[in-house]
């Protein structure tokens, strides 16, 4: 074996230029070590409080019915959906924030996240008993209409942040005014209509996840293959398209991906804001600008935050609770006024 | 390797800006495209780099209509620099370069060998070194100049076509970026930039190919085609042409006022190692 | 791999869902309107003394069987709490604002109404979960409460009719049926003597609710309490308005039309608690009402918010008694 010409190792640190690397390994295996803690406790605790044992015993066996049935029929897929929901936006989020070159852009702040609600909401007033699989699919529709939208505005790149924001908000506001129109003439939809506009994930279950894991599973996928073309955009379009990128079609497909992760996670827990916004500059801060390791951590950190916002939800007034999406915003709205505040 | 422009015509909405324009660049030439504002030569660099679906014509890479080689495979052989790129201020100028690697690498594939090599060799050529760990956003307009063209480098182009490197350059970072480029023209890469300073131009190049109108006014050594009478009719405004009293190259200049044959006449002065 | 095997229990649970679904055809019982002063015929025929297990049909048609007499019942309205107490049922858990009978307030509170707290319910090992008909019917909670592996029936009220309904239901369920029968039978007779005190005045009436930006929505006759107004003859001219708004079975009311109605009575349900002021001392207050006959002739008149929206159900012989009096003014 002829001795290597380069330091592998070493060479390999350099490669991402990322400055750091046991800082950044120590902050991700602390952010999965949080996130195990947190999903262990949220099995744990609720408004009836389970031992460890009985959570384990819940999660694999029949032995203890009723830790069976707390765990199994209820906390473990809430806990699932809330991971997908979380990752599902945070993708997103990073994804839009790397196409539209705007540290601002969020599903929520463009107008996705309404679009999708809206289609939701639509679907569930004409036809109160439809499936949950007819809201997802539904929802998947409205979403990927918000991003055709979008891309119409964005067309090329050429848009200036502040004119897509503000398009992103007049959307916003359009897909929205819609919503609480729907719901306030409706008859089906009143007392759960809170837990969908502030975002929550009370009474989620495997029958959400049935119906959203076929959209955000592949979502995600497609999303980490597209991180690379998402790289060289970043630059620019001429610059990426000189090095290889249809850049066109790629925003399209970045812009379809972000439509169905967003109306996914919409189909699961409603109208949930500011995990698209806030958990990509949290992996920007870890891991860098590189979206090949972006938009991965972005999806941690989703998962995360939607789940300790989900366990603090069910925590604080139980055996009522307070919509999860509350304590997402709680934690991006300060967020975003940072960003306003101290990086313009 | 060979850049082959047949009968190329490119406009925006209707407007055409680059008229049925032909040419022929030769494998290891270094070009210099000059003309006014405005007189398509940026927009015929975009279109000899793909990033402008001509009207008509085409443009051949070597022997093959540069339309039907995969974009990836076409930037594994020729990059482009846009004169200002705007994006990548807070990366740093060793993760700028590395994003030249995106047409060698595969969807999942972490970096080789070849592309470590690559990346060495493009920040050593475009002498960025120094400075390979600063964001992008916090360099000075020479230092990220510099780093953008090692981002082109790490493409490993055979042609390298840039738009304007010297812009808002000062004088130093301006000679700075032309001995790169001409050094890399002597490791045998062909080399196209858009030049608005004609006295780079003349230095530099091996060949200026002046445009107007969208089309060639003139095209040749520099020696041969910076004569004032040709550069009038490029630029409409009287033009005078001194000689390097160094190298014998031309320096073709604004001339201050009067006429053209008065000019001439001045041309002489300058002329210390003329016999 | 988890999912894996949590897919043939889902599967299961959804088929045998489906087949119960399609082993039953609509309880249907369209009388509520042009209810007859015999109407505890809904109670269906007499299987009274069935041993357990029984099979009941449910107030949304669904077909349950109920294995043994229920000892540890969990009820999710106020609405299910009280047909549990008529039928001589006892409750350990309950929604949140349950206020009679005064020995239910003891049971645990297992969430609101509207967001029961399933993983109380299963703390609390029931052996029957008594449902709201009008309140969980939307697939959100139906489904999640369906799935809890726990036998769950759907008992609500929002007409007279439904009451009697789930009178007789429960009246199975707790193997009662004397019980609930006398019951229903003195609820029947409570509404023919109210019917014939008040329907030998011909009074106009509407009902009113507000929601917090003070829009008015009246009562129609597929509410409880337009219902109520239904079953003892009084004139509701807001009867024919066209379903508007968010609450089901009343209709957003146009200050004008309240004035073209001109009622003889306004009755006021003020769904805010206490330190709010109530509907009917806000309603005189409003100019374009004050000529109103109701207004001049004070008779617009708060009725008991868990009589009239909050907690239909046996108590319904109060709702009439109180009608009764307003309008007789004894």
């Known amino acids: 074996m002829a001795a290597p010409q380069f330091a592998e190792p070493a060479a390999l640190v350099r490669r991402g230029g990322m400055r750091g ?90 107008g996705i996240t309404a679009a999708a609600g809206l289609a939701s909401a639509v679907v569930i007033v004409i036809d109160p008993q439809v499936p949950q699989w007819g809201i997802a699919m539904s929802c998947v529709g409205g979403g990927l209409f918000g991003a055709g939208v979008l891309f119409f505005i964005a067309w090329r790149g050429a848009v200036s942040p502040v004119r897509l924001a503000l398009a992103g908000v007049a959307l916003s506001a359009f ?94 827990a409603g109208l949930v804001g500011f995990v698209g916004l806030v958990c990509p500059h949290l992996a920007r801060f870890t891991v860098g600008s590189d979206n090949r390791y972006l938009v991965p951590v972005s999806a941690l950190y989703g998962a995360l935050l939607v789940t300790a916002a989900d366990l603090v939800a069910r925590l604080v007034i139980a055996p009522s609770e307070i919509p999860m999406g509350i304590f997402t915003a709680a934690v991006g709205a300060p967020f975003l006024l940072y960003l306003v505040k101290f990086r313009g | 390797m060979k850049l082959t422009i047949e009968h190329l015509c490119l406009g925006y909405a209707g407007r055409h800006v680059v008229k049925d324009v032909s040419l022929e660049i030769e494998a290891g030439q270094m070009v210099a495209i000059v003309g006014p504002n405005g007189s398509g030569k940026s927009t015929l660099l975009r279109g000899m780099a793909r990033l402008q679906k001509p009207e008509s014509g085409r443009v051949l890479l070597g022997e093959t209509d540069i339309r039907s080689l995969r974009t990836r495979e076409v930037a594994r052989l020729l990059a482009i620099l846009p004169q200002s790129p705007e994006g990548g201020a807070d990366l740093t100028v060793r993760e700028l370069t590395w994003r030249g690697r995106y047409p060698h690498q595969g969807i999942l594939q972490r970096a080789t060998r070849p592309d470590i090599e690559a990346v060495e060799w493009a920040m050593n050529a475009a002498n960025v070194r120094s400075f390979a760990e600063r964001p992008l956003g916090s360099l000075s307009g020479g230092e990220r100049r510099r780093a953008w063209i090692a981002l082109a480098l790490a493409q490993q182009p055979k042609v390298l076509l840039l738009d304007e490197p010297t812009s808002f350059l000062d004088l130093a970072h301006q000679v700075e970026i032309m001995m790169l480029l001409r050094e890399l023209n002597r490791e045998g890469m062909t080399v196209v930039a858009v030049l608005h300073d004609l006295f780079l131009a003349a230095r530099h190049a091996d060949r200026v190919i002046a445009i107007r109108d969208g089309q060639v006014e003139f095209d040749g050594p520099p020696r ?44 002489p002065l300058a002329h210390h190692n003329t016999p | 791999m988890k999912r894996l095997r949590s897919l043939p229990l889902l599967f299961l649970i959804l088929a045998m869902g489906s087949l119960l679904a399609a082993g039953c055809g609509g309880d249907d019982d369209g009388t509520s309107a042009t209810a007859s002063p015999t109407a505890s015929n809904a109670a269906g025929t007499p299987t009274v003394k069935a041993a357990y297990p029984v099979t009941v049909t449910d107030l949304l048609g669904r077909t349950v069987e109920i294995k043994a007499k229920p000892k540890v019942v969990v009820a999710l309205s106020p609405t299910a709490v009280e047909f549990v107490y008529a039928a001589g049922g006892t409750i350990v858990g309950r929604s949140g604002s ?20 399933f993983e109380q319910i299963l703390a609390l090992k029931p052996d029957l979960i008594v449902a709201d008909s009008i309140i969980h019917a939307q697939p959100q909670l139906k489904k999640p409460l369906e799935d809890l592996g726990i036998p769950v029936i759907f008992a609500g009220a929002d007409s007279y009719q439904k009451v009697l309904d789930g009178l007789a239901l429960m009246g199975k369920v707790f193997d009662s049926a004397e019980v609930t029968k006398t019951l229903s039978a003195s609820i029947t007779k409570a509404r023919d003597d109210a019917k014939a005190a008040v329907g030998s005045k011909s009074v106009s009436a509407v009902a009113l609710i507000a929601d917090r930006d003070q ?3 009246a009562a129609k006759p597929g509410s409880y309490a337009g219902d109520v107004l239904n079953q003892l003859g009084i004139k509701n001219p807001a009867a024919s308005q066209p379903d508007a708004g968010p609450f089901p079975g009343y209709t957003t009311l146009a200050p004008e039309k309240l004035i073209e109605y001109n009622p003889d009575f306004i009755f006021t349900i003020t769904p805010a608690p206490a330190p709010a002021p109530r509907l009917s001392t806000l309603v005189p207050q409003i100019p374009p009402f004050k000529g109103l006959k109701a207004v001049t002739g004070k008779k617009v008149i708060e009725l008991n918010l868990e009589l009239f929206l909050q907690a239909p159900g046996p108590r319904i012989v109060d709702a009439f008694k109180a009608i009764t009096a307003a309008v007789t003014g004894s």
């Open chain 1, 21 to 110: 690397r046991p800082r950044r390994a120590v902050i991700l295996g602390l952010a999965v070590l949080t996130l195990g803690v947190l999903s262990f406790l949220s099995l744990m605790y609720g408004a009836v409080h389970l031992s460890p044992g009985e959570v384990l015993s819940g999660l694999t066996s029949d032995s203890d019915l009723f830790a069976r049935n707390v765990v199994w029929k209820i906390r473990y897929p809430r806990l699932i959906d809330g991971m997908l929901v979380g990752a599902a936006l945070a993708v997103s989020g990073s994804l839009l924030q790397g196409v539209t070159r705007n540290p601002l852009a969020d599903p929520t702040i463009l």
């Open chain 1, 175 to 268: 897909f929205g005014a819609l919503i609480v129109a729907l719901l306030s003439s409706s008859r089906t939809f009143l007392q759960t209509s809170l837990g969908f506009l502030a975002g929550g994930l009370y009474g989620s279950e495997w029958r959400d996840f049935d119906a959203a894991v076929p959209y955000i599973v592949p979502g995600l996928l497609v999303a980490f293959l597209l991180s690379g073309r998402l790289n060289a955009l970043a630059l620019g379009d001429d610059v990426a398209a000189g090095l290889g990128v249809l850049t066109d079609r790629t925003r399209l497909a970045i812009l379809a991906v972000c439509g169905v992760l967003t109306a996914a996670a919409v189909s699961i």
């Open chain 2, 224 to 267: 041969e085609v910076f004569e004032p009478r040709a550069l009038e009719r490029v630029f409409r405004v009287p033009m005078m042409v001194l000689q390097d009293p160094e190298t014998g190259l031309p320096i073709p200049l604004p001339s201050a006022g009067g006429s053209t044959a008065t000019r001439q006449e001045a041309l």
């Open chain 3, 98 to 117: 349950v206020d009679f009978p005064e020995a239910a307030k003891a049971a645990k509170e297992v969430g609101t109404a509207y967001q029961p707290n």
């Open chain 3, 215 to 217: 829009t008015l929505y």
